[in-house]
């Protein structure tokens, strides 16, 4: 069964200890089976009182990052891929370290609006990066995997079908695909379908709706992504994520173009996208079920 | 705010004073504010027993039925006019007795496949029918809501716009229309608009899905739905009918045409479709907030 | 490439000298590749002199018809299931005569409102005549598509895997499944998916609406339709249905349940079908083609 | 009847006089009414060979423009608000000599990615701005339809409704709101009711898909796009915009954000978008018809 969780975005801005511990705390309160969050910078990340906070509440956690153009593993330039690197090693230790199993995210390139195209020779350099960096999450048991987004936070990976393509040049076990459904909106011919093309590759998914606010509130048919991720047979994480300007600051309102206030209380937010989801899931399920055992002839 | 229903036959096939006394039950447990009651034959109703089922359950009922052809008010035969009319009073008389509010399904013409077309003169002399009827119900407060239903089912009322022209022509202020989903997804151009364009005229309003089985597993898009709802500012009741072969049984199975078992636990499905109707009305009232209240500059 | 067809009963109500030659001749005017005609009865059609009327316009045909409850070969009455084969066979005859492929419909019982279950031994019954027939329909390189419909027409194929099972009962290579959306829209949980999952089963196929009227002006998702048989990769004929009051007459409009005037205009409504089928499918080629040759990464 | 255009950029990057000529020899060609042309930098559009190549092909003409950074009104430094009104006013003059009646875009801010939030001081500055360079516009007849576009283009104007309220701030008759399908894929809660709310104030519509691609090979809904269109009653301009790296260069690209290759052949995708405009207009229209006219007792 997939386990369900929010994004830290939808409580606090940072992870400052008070933050930590409300989100923390929170999430667990609302119902759900862990926290994602956010580790731009790991070194922010107070990794003993983060395990604690999450051992109290009974929750688990997940990481995700996007790299900054200064430490853009698709760059032609030794040094910022090098400090990529750096950072992915050091999310990886953080995220070992706080009890986590998968740093989600824009892993493979810089997290912003890109204005070039990328080059063959940089998506090779970061694949290979990509390909060190899994055997030392391997180590921990740490899955890498890569969100695919869209054109406006990368020039790399717009589509599933090119996560898998980057999944595959990488060519490791425990690196997958991270779906969003914020970002296949925008990208995807059929949303539905490439979920279910991506297949065994799913690795993460990203819920939410079309302008990043309450579920269902958008343009986004989630009957049918949910429809697809039980086509796909799909049993793991599912991660709720949404974004207001009442919450997100700089730098990543301005990345992200947070510039209204989709809603104030985090709470009734997390709590209807749980709900939601449950209800949306069940659906699914039985739309499945109904069109095979429950579609015989009585003979 | 709407009160949310489930139609008896999620629970039993009848209502005997065990089928009465589980149903009820049942829809309390999980959570419904009142249950629909079918009064095919309001005189198998123990009006008292039922009262006292109500009361300590802490619900309330409203009633359903259709006429059959040997009462149908829309047929050039006054006797059987005259049985029609007086099966209506026999419902308005049960209603009453037992704390209902609104009596729906399908008032106006026989519940069944027609295979001829109405005539005009059928149609006015149901409608006068129906505003005579209308007058005793206004004594009990109890609204007769003119179900819209599907072509296999009358030959009259087969779009919400029909429904409105036909509580025009009845012309009493508490005749109002009754709409289902299942029956708007064969017949409407678009449900969401003619809901909207139903507007005040809405009295009554049956959600479901297209096969009549579990909420969001079949292909009506159920978004829209609530949204037009709350976009025509519905405050009335909201009640889930469902029809698996494994509770319903002759003569309905026949006329409705229940040939799959589309569920076995009515509880499962009951509970999924209170929770999937109320994470629906969420999101459609932020959706409604969205487009209005956060969608503004900041001057 | 699907050859495109348009239902007769857009251009008249029976297959007179008169009417066969208009309607043929209408088919072709507006560019469709062959005519669908009924053949209720199948001695009613002049075989000579439709031959003749295909030829002069140059299109192709195919028929469609549906048993009555007197000739219904899922019936328990041995001498209705005879009525019932020789109906087929005759319709083989008329079909190898005026040189069509295709015989669609309800062929495996009677269309019409079924008051009671199937049974299983009316359901073997049916399908081992099917069997026999089929063998004869071989011979003249004729294929038997059986037709799923709703529930208000058969109680044996409802949903496109009934079909597929029925098709498999039967066990013969010339005998697939005609899908059609209208019916679809009513007893699949998902319509897209029952197509793919239907695959390669699929010898026919009808296009329409919800309401039966205008295409694309009813509730269906008709782009995940053709989708879905881009995907499926169905090549076979896509036949246009759609049933106006202003056309047909008893007994169809009484068995269908037809009420409304949907349409006046036979060519336009025709016209625009064609017009809409053809921009749908393009579409759907498109988006296949953009979620796989078009989502590669530049390396 | 709404004038049917398309976007230069399906044909040509640039406005040379070979790519003048080209481009809209082979709008007229395709059968469109009007192309729309970018005026991102007005000096380069040689007014006269355009009204000749235009009066040649015998369609129509109107334009769309992005300001720059350093053209932003909505800044706080006005020297850049002074060239913004300046690049306005040349633009006015292109359209007024060409023969254009719109000019679309993002005239109110910078076309390109913020990474702050708009102020309320730089937000009434844009409209004073706007007041002036409209009541010039009027004399030569051209109305400003001010493009709502989502976040990462804009960081002012992105649902329909903070559209209408800026052309509200104008407050000058001869500005209007310029809707585009693919961004308000994005933003919007509801594209079809934003649609219906924005009413008499839309002044131009953008169509295409969620990907910019093929029309109908994305994720919108088109159909509910053209429903809301006939039943807000918009009689106005409709251009199909589709950006494929196969004709975009650079700036344009990299702010746009185009990475892959949607198609490759422009007359393919405007002839098929022309066809699906068409088809879709018409089954909108037959939809709102069935909803009124078709759906009336027979009394």
Redesign the interface.
Known sequence: MNKLGVHALVWEAGWSHEECARAIAKTAEVGYDFIEAPALDPSLIDVDFTRRELEKAGIGINFSLGLDFDSDISSGDQEKRARGKQKLEDAIRVCRDCGGQNIGGILYSAFG????????EG??QSAETLAQVAEIAAKSDITLVLEVV???ET????????GV??AK?VGAPNVKVHLDVYH????????A??IV?TGDYIGYFHTGD??R???????????SVF?ALV?AKYQGPITFESFS?RVVG??L???????????DDGHDLAS?AL??T???L???Q???R???E??????
Do not use: V
Request: aromatic content about 8%.
């Open positions: 609006k890109y204005f070039t195209q990328p080059t063959a998506i090779r869209n054109r406006y020039n790399i990976c717009n589509t599933a079908a090119q393509e980057m040049l296949m909106n925008i990208e995807e011919s059929d949303i379908q490439a093309d079309s302008h606010g309450y579920m269902g509130s958008g343009s986004i048919d989630l009957t429809r086509r300007s700089q730098p309102e301005g990345i992200l173009g947070i510039w209204r206030n989709l809603w209807h709900m939601y449950k209800a949306m069940k659906s699914a039985e739309a499945e109904q069109a095979s429950r579609s015989r002839l009585p003979i």
